[in-house]
């Protein structure tokens, strides 16, 4: 456990696993280090390579340019799309633009990507279950404009059109709540009772393993902190998961350094989890900030173990091999995890 704190009595902190980086975010983080290190920078990307503060901080410090559209990268240059995937209009201006790319979207979202073509192609309305203005609902919806319609949420059901009821299917976010999304499936199908699922699970792995893991400890805990970033779908979500799974308050923080030491007030047990974009080393200050406050008794509640890991981007493994480093030489470990001195429970 954390250094710098003793354990008063009957106060714990349950601690929640899987957390942190998941192999989609690992991916493009590694992505844009390894262009960094092979090309030097600066490396332009497009948004935010996943929706994190510290990382996006830490890689600007080393050389990464953060640019909301291609139009401002520089003719010619290098950029990177972020995790949460583009649109063929994105792709289309950086080739106007004669950028050489790297697309580190998420696998997972690519597959979203092609299910929403393939059904296009098949002249289907395709329900996106999503977050309006984020950026994977852009870069998905910009696949098949003409077909796709963004729904927000289970009460924006009551207001969908389609042209015909029995052509309709609907497909998500990977970052969503699972029960809220389940929840618009549900009202969905009520109103067009042919509505056809994706052929696999849209929302991902990682975020349906944090959302377990929250909602097994949440019951137990006065407080849940999540650590992670106000534009993290994933770790907004898992706030609103532990309120609803009984946790008796639940706060988002990007740091330690954001916490408040009223939050605990009376409180013997914190759960502490965070986003799939989040560094385990922020999780490390979070946990010596409690330590220090009597909380330095920590238990993992685990749900599930992952081990999925993604290769990098095609571009930047062909670059790579080029030269002779291997596409997976030097990889960090996922997240920079280091290992804590936890009890499994």
């Known amino acids: 456990m954390p250094d710098g704190g003793a354990t008063a009595p009957g106060k714990r902190v349950l601690l929640a696993a899987p957390r942190g980086y998941c192999a989609g975010v690992d991916r493009a983080v590694v992505a844009v280090e390894k262009a960094l290190e092979h090309y030097g920078a600066p490396v332009y990307v497009r948004k935010e390579i996943v929706h994190n503060k510290h990382v996006v901080e830490t890689l600007s410090e080393r050389g990464a340019i953060f640019v909301e559209e291609t139009d401002e990268v520089p ?5 990177v799309f972020s995790a949460h995937g583009v649109s063929p209009a994105v792709k289309e201006s950086a080739a106007e633009r004669e950028l050489d790319t790297i697309d580190a979207t998420c696998p997972l979202v690519t597959k979203v990507h092609k299910e929403a073509v393939r059904f296009a192609k ?6 996106l279950i999503g977050h309006d203005g984020h950026e994977e609902v852009e870069g998905t919806a910009g696949e098949a404009p003409e077909h796709v319609q963004v729904v927000n949420s289970p009460d924006a059901v009551d207001d969908v059109v389609v042209r015909d009821p029995d052509k309709v299917v609907w497909i998500s976010q990977t970052t969503l709540s699972v029960d ?7 009202r969905l199908r009520e109103k067009f009772p042919t509505l056809q699922d994706p052929p696999s699970d849209d929302i991902c792995y990682a975020t349906q393993n944090r959302q377990v893991a929250v909602k097994k400890l949440a019951p137990e805990c006065d407080v849940v902190v ?5 534009n993290s779908s994933n770790s907004v979500r898992l706030v609103e998961v532990a309120l609803q799974a009984g946790a008796r308050t ?12 009223s939050w605990f007030d009376g409180a013997t047990t914190v759960g502490v989890t965070s986003g ?37 981007p095609r571009e930047l493994r062909t ?13 960090p470990t996922r997240g920079g995890r280091r290992p804590l001195s936890v009890q499994p429970v």
């Open 250 to 261: 639940s706060y988002r923080v990007d740091r330690a350094a954001e916490l408040d030491e």
């Open 276 to 312: 799939a974009s989040v560094p385990e080393i922020l999780v490390e200050d979070v946990l010596a900030y409690l330590a220090e406050r009597g909380f330095g008794s920590v238990e993992e509640v685990r749900t599930a173990t992952e081990d999925l890991m993604f290769s990098l």
């Open 226 to 230: 999540v650590v992670g970033s106000a």
């Open 180 to 186: 809220e999304t389940m929840e618009t499936v549900r």
């Open 75 to 79: 003719r010619g240059a290098r950029v």
């Open 122 to 127: 098949d002249d289907y309305d395709i329900l």
């Open 319 to 331: 670059d790579l091999a080029g030269t002779g480093g291997g596409a997976g030489s030097d990889r």
